[in-house]
């Protein structure tokens, strides 16, 4: 008897599972245990299906490392009664949530797949139903025996990407989400056509670890024309400071003001690390190419190469939780651990 792949879909909140009254015009959470009733289409689809929504659904505007821990539970306790997730989440946050559980989740071997939508599911012109029904088509996906996918995944208006890669780039059109750095990992047009040679190959049988030890005790400091010495050195010493993300011009350009890198120089001389990302939504840091990235790169700033500011916080929460010093977050985080970034050429 022909076995079909067991789907867990999980419900966080958003957009995606809400639903129209149409006698008030409110929006309602969706009952996702009627989920065939709302959405025919997926009794066609080679699977079954169960689902787990959160008793207090989630606008991803709240999203919290908490809420991320959760979301990997939930995984974690039926990974073994299922051969892959779909999650549903509000599309604001959601780069950062899937960026997050992409370092989470160490030996991954299914698919874990984000979703969403700019409209509701009962609207009439919704991307909802795409979405989901493709999301949970490319999380049951198998090719000899094994999943097609085994990472954490984001799929948004026909295209599937790395999570960890992604980023919101529209609050209005269908096409919310781009991967400015890597290309799609399968795209969905009349037929299903994944881009097989970079998608993720497990090749260890270590059993999935869950890292839930995040600390977000992180400063985001975006540079910008006239920032001040006041501004900087307050938010680089706030009490209880683990970690800077440094959003720089370019490929990793920054002021050459005396004032400015002996700032950046006192905290890394305190074991704190600095990663510097690039404000430009495509390309890379490259250090030293330039005379204002030259001191940068001396003083032990660390380079997040081409990695998007979501995943840069996550990759850094991910890291100091898991207790490393400044040596190994500097080694670790300019190593590609989960497709994050792109191998530096040597």
């Not at 867990?8 to 129209?20: D, N, Q, S």
């Not at 997926?42 to 809420?67: G, K, R």
């Not at 059109?173 to 037929?191: D, I, K, R, T």
């Not at 840069?312 to 490393?324: N, P, S």
């Amino acid at each position: 008897m022909e076995r079909f792949p067991h789907i867990l879909l999980i419900y966080t909140g958003g957009t995606i599972g809400m639903v129209k009254d149409f006698k008030t015009g409110a929006l309602k959470t969706f009952d996702f245990d009627k989920l065939i009733k709302h959405i025919p289409e997926i009794n066609h689809l080679n699977c079954t299906i169960d689902s787990y929504s959160f008793d207090a659904p989630m606008d991803s505007s709240n999203m919290n490392p908490s809420a991320w821990k959760f979301i990997a539970e939930i995984i974690e306790e039926r990974y073994d009664d299922f051969d892959g997730f779909v999650v549903l989440h509000g599309s604001d946050t959601m780069s950062y949530t899937a960026s997050a559980l992409s370092f989470m989740f160490e030996n991954l071997r299914k698919p874990v797949i984000f979703t969403g939508s700019q409209l509701p599911i009962g609207d009439l012109r919704t991307d909802a139903k795409e979405n989901l029904i493709t999301s949970i088509e490319i999380a049951s996906c198998v090719k000899n025996d094994k999943p097609v996918i085994s990472e954490v995944c984001l799929y948004f208006e026909y295209k599937l990407y790395r999570a960890n890669r992604t980023t919101k780039i529209n609050a209005e059109q269908f096409e919310a989400f781009a991967s400015p750095n890597y290309p799609p990992l399968a795209e969905s047009g009349v037929h299903l056509k994944f881009n097989t040679p970079i998608l993720y190959k497990p090749t260890n049988t270590s059993p999935l670890r869950i890292h839930k030890k995040l600390n977000n005790n992180i400063v985001l400091l975006k540079l910008f024309p006239g920032i001040t010495q006041k501004v900087v050195e307050t938010m680089l010493n706030i009490p209880g400071n683990k970690g800077v993300i440094l959003e720089t011009y370019g490929s990793g350009n920054a002021p050459t003001e005396p004032w400015f890198i002996n700032a950046l120089r006192k905290i890394i001389q305190q074991g704190i690390p600095v990663v510097n990302v690039s404000q430009c939504s495509g390309g890379s840091v490259i250090m030293g190419v330039y005379e204002t990235s030259v001191d940068l790169q001396n003083i032990g700033i660390i380079s997040g190469n081409d990695i998007t500011t979501e995943s840069a916080l996550a990759k850094l929460m991910y890291l100091i939780g898991e207790g490393y010093n400044l040596t190994s977050i500097k080694k670790w985080f300019e190593t590609p651990i989960r497709g994050e970034i792109s191998e530096i050429p040597v």
